[in-house]
């Protein structure tokens, strides 16, 4: 489960990468990375194993746009 999770997530990023233009124009930040909640208890595991919760900010030129992002 958590393969399939990294794998979507890594195709989106991708996507939108090959949207937003040149990939040196995307900035990826990973603020938080952890398997703990915020009162450091381990979180449940899941049929297959431990989960881990991955927070990223995405930063792109303010002309392109992100293919799921709808502005009106």
Do not use: F, H
């Amino acid at each position: 489960m958590k393969k399939l999770i990294c794998a979507v997530c890594l195709a989106l990023l991708l996507a939108t990468a090959a949207r937003a233009g040149d990939p040196a124009d995307v900035k990826v930040e990973t603020l938080v990375k952890t398997g703990s909640s915020w009162d450091g208890v381990l979180l449940p595991a899941y049929p297959a194993g431990r989960p881990e919760v991955t927070i990223l900010r995405i930063t792109i030129r303010p002309e392109q746009a992100c293919p799921c992002t709808v502005i009106r």
